[in-house]
Structures are given as structure tokens and as C-alpha cells.
């Protein structure tokens, strides 16, 4: 799947996460820290192959920010 980064922790150095994609499909893909067991516990119907990542809300709402922006470009 062909992938656009909408955006990135500006505090997270050069490489790394977290950070948003917006895949070709219209789907979001997110790449985060692995949260640990005892939050992922607290996940309700996580199925095999599912997971959970932490991010913070800023980087919600500056990849929300860059997808309105694309989405008005007609990108």
C-alpha cells in the first residue's frame, strides 16, 4: 500500500515516531509505540493480529489538519 505522511512528532529527532499515514486506500495507518499489556488489556474485542499504539493527541490533530488540507486540494 503507497503511503503519504500526513505528520510526525516534531519532538520525536529525525526518524521515528510517532506519525500518520494516510494510505492509498483512504485508510490511516499509525506508527506509534506499542502500548504495554496492561493497556492493552483495557482494549475491548482486540482480534489476533490486532494492536494498539500510543500517540498524542497534537499528532491526531496536526494529521487531521494535513488530511482536510489534502482532501481540499482534491488530493
Known sequence: ???TRLY???SSGG???PTVYLGESGELVIQGSIVDSA???EL???LPGESAVRISADVVAGAME???G???EGQ
Open 1 to 3: 500500500m503507497k503511503l
Open 8 to 10: 510526525k512528532d516534531q
Open 66 to 68: 494535513r488530511y482536510h
Open 39 to 41: 493497556t492493552l488489556a
Open 70 to 72: 489534502l482532501r481540499s
Open 15 to 17: 526518524n521515528g515516531c
Open 44 to 46: 475491548e474485542n482486540v
